[in-house]
């Protein structure tokens, strides 16, 4: 019986670490004309490599707070980047006047009224957040 709980423990963890996971998506207004970015796409406007959607328009990228899962779920999938490599890059482009970090905004909520208000606006929620008013265009 000790064997079972010594191999079920681990394995109900890891796999109640899965679900920990959100399922997080780039998102644009629902009046964007913009339908779909490649990754690479959506890491440039999130890194300030552009400014631009690939079609034209402007790119306004919004980030949520520093503490978020799904920040950190974010930039890892899609720039490939952990949370102290991303405030190091900013850091850097800060420094040499190169460009700025997206402006924060705290809330899915808040995000989502933003977003929905403004077609140049990308931003990023979990997938289960989305509704009428807002549409992914990226999934990594």
Known sequence: MRT???LAFPSAMIFGLGLAHADVVAVVSAKSSVTDLTKDQVSDIFLGKT???PKGGQA???DQTGDSPVRDEFYTKMTGRTAAQLKS???K???SGKGTPPKVIS???EIKKLIAANPNIIG???KSKIDATVKAVCAP
């Open 51 to 53: 400014s631009t959607f």
């Open 60 to 62: 306004v990228p919004i």
């Open 124 to 126: 990023y929620l979990d």
């Open 107 to 109: 809330g899915d909520a």
């Open 93 to 95: 482009q800060t420094f």
């Open 89 to 91: 890059y900013w850091a």
């Open 4 to 6: 079972f709980f010594r």
